[in-house]
């Protein structure tokens, strides 16, 4: 029997323009997002994406279930399949440029459909989209999670995706978003966005067998309140300035107007004030979140503070992997007391609710983005309140936990990389002359020359046999911070610019810092990159994930070809890019 929720689900609650993607008033109590689970191996429904403008001018984007719900968590186990049927249900909302501010420099954007087959269509346009099944290791095809050429209109039917989570699939938590070239940042900021899980965490780890669990959405958005004066507790600050995006260019203090606004669960915590969401747990007790940052373009630094002291988080997964792992040598547990988010990002953390008769405050740090980089200040999210009449939440861990089968591959970090890559993040003004000119963006394999992405060409920048394990170093050459994501697979950070690292554990994000003037050499990270899973044959992406730098053109191709085809036309050795 198949966790079936109606094929004419989608009409059964009519909604108006006016609330299609209500939201909570600033200082709700946060409800977690509606849950489908799969049922007798199997998880299918119907999802819809809707937009709306408001009187401010800005726009909303959201997903809704079949009640009318938005953005559902989707729960499945290892093995599962998936399918959903998508109806592209965006209007015009008069959005003729490829971002919500500006037009992006230097990004190709195809605005007709060059093929009737949604698999081929390749249309760019402000009501054009897709999913994109973040973090998941699962073919990059049509159906699957191909984003380079699916593209869905209005007026198409339903667009089935069905894709099988894999037996060895990490369990933790994953998310989906619209990946569709040029309108990536509109339609994320906009609310488009929504958390997977997939079971078995407790397995990795039998300590979180039992514990409640949590899950967390922090979005960004415009601002609400995007004229008001900073709040009285801040110091004063000059006048903000804004950078080439367009937004409130980074103060370097940690004070300030922020670039965008952010939201818990859709409860906004508006600047200048950040009322923060509201959220209740028993004294003392123990819960696993599971928080996914789902902004567009803002980097999160977390901290739970019981006045101003920081507390201690226990850290258990990254981007939807357990810190323990396919023989990683990781404690299962890392107890911090701040975890850094940059977009697309997840952490899976351990907490303790505060005393009896005490409150906590979910913070956000400031992030240093750099000079050229966007204001990401220090701003209360969440108020935490202890209350022995504090209701559950509405999922919790098996009590049980039957162990993870043991890896049937050596842990990533022991193996030695079949060869080193480098590649590079750039920027440059549009107008070299002027400095204020609207931004390009680029990412680009060391000898070549950047040029932004071409989401026509159906050229790979980068070939790779599937099997093999390559190290890439990530430079940044901009004078802002960048957040290096590749589609299908995770890595192993390993240095920070030279420097090694103890992080025997999986990523699918990073940060790459950025370049000042004073510094001798670019900086940098080194990757390893795991390309030994067979479901990641195919062709697929990896970019920026601030999605306006994304969209601008910071994205590259790579093709993974089966075991025994050769990867190029030339000796691997030779690939651009390599050291």
């Not at 300035?241 to 859709?266: E, I, M, W, Y």
Request: hydrophobic fraction near 35%.
């Amino acid at each position: 029997m198949t966790a079936w929720l109606g094929a004419t689900g989608l009409q059964d609650a009519p909604r108006t323009q006016q609330d299609v993607c209500a939201r909570p008033e600033p200082g709700s109590a946060i409800e977690e997002p509606a849950e489908l689970r799969s049922r007798d191996g199997v998880l299918e429904t119907d999802l819809s994406i809707h937009d709306q403008k408001l009187p401010d001018g800005t726009s909303r984007y959201c997903y809704l279930a079949p009640d009318g719900k938005p953005s559902p968590t989707l729960r499945l186990k290892p093995g599962d399949q998936l399918v959903i049927h998508f109806k592209n249900d965006l209007v015009d909302l008069d959005t003729a440029t490829p971002a919500i501010d500006r037009p992006l420099a230097g990004a190709p954007i195809c605005t007709t459909r060059k093929q009737a087959d949604l698999c081929e269509s390749g249309a760019m346009t402000p009501i054009s989209t897709n999913l994109h099944f973040h973090g998941l290791t699962v073919p990059p095809v049509c159906h699957q999670d191909d984003v380079l050429k699916t593209s869905i209109q209005p007026d198409d039917a339903p667009f089935e995706y069905r894709l099988r989570i894999p037996d060895d699939a990490p369990p933790g938590l994953y998310w989906y978003h619209p990946h569709l070239h040029g309108f990536s940042k509109t339609q994320v900021l906009g609310g488009a966005s929504g958390a997977i899980i997939i079971e078995g965490i407790e397995r990795a780890d039998p300590q979180l067998a039992g514990l409640p669990e949590r899950v967390l959405v922090i979005r960004d958005q415009d601002l609400v309140n995007p004229d008001a004066p900073p709040s009285k507790s801040e110091p004063v600050m000059t006048k903000s300035q804004l950078d080439n995006d367009g937004d409130v260019a980074n103060s370097g203090t940690g004070f300030g107007k922020p670039s965008k606004d952010l939201s818990v669960n859709f409860v906004p915590v508006p600047y200048p004030n950040y009322p923060p969401a509201r959220l209740t747990m028993k004294p003392g007790e123990r819960q696993l979140w599971r928080v996914l940052n789902a902004s567009a373009i803002t980097y999160l630094n977390l901290a739970l503070l019981v006045g101003r002291s920081p507390q201690q988080i226990g850290i258990v997964g990254l981007d939807g992997v357990p810190l323990q792992f396919q023989g990683s040598p990781s404690p299962s547990v890392q107890w911090v007391n701040h975890i850094g988010l940059p977009p697309g990002s997840r952490a899976e953390f351990i907490v303790e609710g505060p005393l009896a008769g005490s409150s906590a405050l979910l913070v956000t740090r400031a992030v240093d983005t750099g000079p050229a980089g966007e204001n990401d200040p220090n701003r209360a999210l969440v108020a935490i309140t202890s209350s022995v009449n504090a209701s559950e939440p509405q999922a919790a861990l098996p009590a049980h936990a039957e162990p993870l089968p043991r890896p049937d591959r050596p842990w990533v970090g022991t193996v030695a990389p079949v060869r080193v890559r480098k590649l590079f993040f750039s920027e440059q003004p549009e107008n070299p002359n002027d400095p204020n000119s609207p931004t390009k963006f680029f990412m680009t394999l060391d000898g070549e020359t950047p040029k932004p992405f071409d989401p026509q060409s159906d050229i790979p920048d980068i070939t790779v046999r599937q099997g093999d394990v390559e190290d890439w170093i990530i430079e940044n050459r901009s004078m802002e911070l960048h957040d290096f994501h590749i589609h299908q697979l995770h890595f192993q950070l390993l240095d920070w610019s030279g420097v090694a690292v103890n992080e025997p554990f999986l990523r699918d994000t990073v940060n790459v810092p950025y370049y000042n003037t004073r510094m001798l050499k670019y900086p940098s990270v080194r990757l390893r990159m795991d390309f030994r899973d067979p479901n990641i044959v195919g062709t697929f992406v990896y970019h920026c994930h601030v999605l306006e730098h994304e969209d601008g053109g910071m994205m590259g191709r790579i093709r993974v070809v089966p075991r025994d085809t050769a990867s190029s036309t030339k000796p691997l050795n030779q690939q651009k890019g390599e050291l």
